[in-house]
């Protein structure tokens, strides 16, 4: 039962934020309370090379029953590569939310970020990709849907009937503020503050009952330097017997490296 409750919340974390693409002037333009921020990549250097370094802690179990581990990860912007004939920029991670190793792919345009999936994926993940994770110009406050999907496959026989159940997904990105955020590299101002929010609604193929989930991660992106520091909390409700589980993760930045752009 434990292990079904990890699948689970790991399977949440789908909302795809550790990303990172070349910077230029920095330009802000404010009118009506709005701030736009015209040069919006340079909150998010991808050049071949750059390194980020982060340290990080895990909770999770039921409400009276907490499991507290700490954890180290190293991003690296590795090369790009084609998906489907297209061209997707490779960040490898070590150990992202302490799940160990693994490839993410995203891609940047004249619009935004859009994120492609990861390696290894889930079943449910590649249903969904590829789908937009930022909109550029970043406008402070904006937000928009990133997916709305319905009856696809979980990917997984949660009730052990012998069918896989089908799943309902919703996600949403907000740019919420620009605010001054300090971790261990040291104290960034005016960092972009980014909330993503995913919900599913599991139904069981063999039993009528259902079960929901929630993805909520607030990411801090500063100039020139990428993602700073990140907080996610997975929620998933009670499946018969059990009480549910809440997973915290949070990340912070030590180190890091951008690399020249050619």
Not at 76 to 92: A, I, M, Q, S
Request: some cysteine; proline content about 5%.
């Amino acid at each position: 039962m434990r292990q079904r409750l990890r699948f689970l919340c790991a399977v949440l974390a789908l909302v795809g934020l550790v990303i990172t693409v070349p910077f230029h002037t920095h330009v802000i333009e404010a009118a009506d309370n709005v701030i736009t921020l015209a040069q919006s990549a340079e909150y998010f250097p991808d050049t071949i090379g750059s390194r980020w370094q982060y340290r990080g802690q895990i909770s999770e179990g039921p409400i009276q029953t907490i499991d507290l581990k700490y954890f180290s990860n190293v991003s690296e912007v590795t090369g790009t590569k084609k998906l489907n004939g297209v061209t997707v920029t490779v960040f490898h991670d070590t150990n992202p939310g302490n799940h160990g190793p693994s490839d993410s792919y995203y891609r940047r345009d004249a619009v935004g970020m859009v994120y492609y999936g990861s390696d290894p994926g889930t079943p449910l993940e590649k249903q969904i990709a590829p789908y937009q994770i930022v909109r550029f110009p970043l406008t402070v406050p904006s937000s928009f849907q990133q997916l709305n999907r319905s009856g696809l496959d979980f990917g997984a026989d949660i009730d052990r009937d012998g069918t896989d159940e089908t799943v309902d997904v919703k996600g949403w990105t907000s740019v919420v503020a620009q605010e001054r955020v300090t971790v261990p590299a040291g104290t960034f101002a005016d960092a972009v503050k980014i909330e993503a929010r995913m919900t599913m609604r599991i139904h069981m193929s063999g039993e009528d009952h259902e079960a929901s989930g929630t993805d909520v991660m607030t990411a801090w992106f500063a100039r020139g330097v990428g993602l700073v520091k990140y907080v996610e909390r997975q929620e998933l409700s009670a499946i018969k017997d059990d009480r549910g589980v809440v997973t915290e993760i949070t990340e912070e930045l030590e180190e890091y490296a951008i690399a020249p752009q050619r």
